[in-house]
T-cell receptor, first 108, second 116 residues
Framework: GQQVMQIPQYQHVQEGEDFTTYCNSS?????IQWYKQRPGGHPVFLIQ?????EVKKQKRLTFQFGEAKKNSSLHITATQTTDVGTYFC????????FGPGTRLSVLP | DAGVIQSPRHEVTEMGQEVTLRCKPI?????LFWYRQTMMRGLELLIY????????DSGMPEDRFSAKMPNASFSTLKIQPSEPRDSAVYFC??????????????FGDGTRLSIL
């Protein structure tokens, strides 16, 4: 069945450093969504990517969808303590599957 | 605007008891999703409804789990009988449109379920 993996599982950064999480699907995706979940909170939708090679930016966050539509990345420039949380990708292929998430810690 | 509303926020009960989780989706959203989140298995889609009709329940773990959506503004997830391994956070989410993953999903605050 369809599988979605994310690396790394955990990332600890110093405030101001950059951060990247990578998402890989076992199958070609129609689209991919990214969510952020703060500790103790619920997932919150960030963005959806649909087109091959698509790049979207939200302030310090840059999202990219791979050319083959099987992978994606989220890059945060100059992390802040408010960026702490777990970042999930969710891919729509045969099914809609969430990745395991990357937990980001930002040290002040 | 009111978001997705789930109740109860916390539930602690003994194994063997029936557990009912409730969800009110965002008005105007016609897709509703139930998820389970655990450290070991992450965020799993259990079932989703479109226009109150169950579309895909392949994620429902066992016959002990059942879900209903009697109308557009209410859904329940029931576990009977409950077991300790059912302990998890259960999220309800809703979205516009049809299918899972076509539109942004809006999650409720979740129900933290502990089965002793």
């Amino acid at each position: 069945g369809q599988q979605v993996m994310q690396i790394p599982q955990y990332q600890h950064v110093q405030e101001g450093e950059d951060f990247t999480t990578y998402c890989n699907s076992s199958t070609t995706l129609s689209n991919i969504q990214w969510y952020k979940q703060r500790p103790g909170g619920h997932p919150v939708f960030l963005i959806q990517l649909v087109k091959s090679g698509e790049v979207k930016k939200q302030k310090r966050l840059t999202f990219q969808f791979g050319e083959a539509k099987k992978n994606s990345s989220l890059h945060i420039t100059a992390t802040q303590t408010t960026d702490v949380g777990t970042y999930f990708c969710a891919g729509r292929g045969q099914n809609f599957v969430f990745g395991p998430g990357t937990r980001l810690s930002v040290l002040p | 605007d009111a978001g997705v509303i789930q109740s109860p926020r916390h539930e602690v009960t003994e194994m063997g008891q029936e557990v009912t989780l409730r969800c009110k989706p965002i008005s105007g959203h016609n897709s509703l999703f139930w998820y389970r989140q655990t450290m070991m298995r992450g965020l799993e889609l259990l079932i989703y409804f479109n226009n109150n009709v169950p579309i895909d329940d392949s994620g429902m773990p066992e016959d002990r789990f059942s879900a209903k959506m009697p109308n557009a503004s209410f859904s329940t997830l029931k576990i009977q009988p409950s077991e300790p391994r059912d302990s998890a956070v259960y999220f309800c989410a809703s979205s516009r449109g049809q299918g899972a993953g076509n539109q942004p999903q809006h999650f409720g605050d979740g129900t933290r379920l502990s089965i002793l």
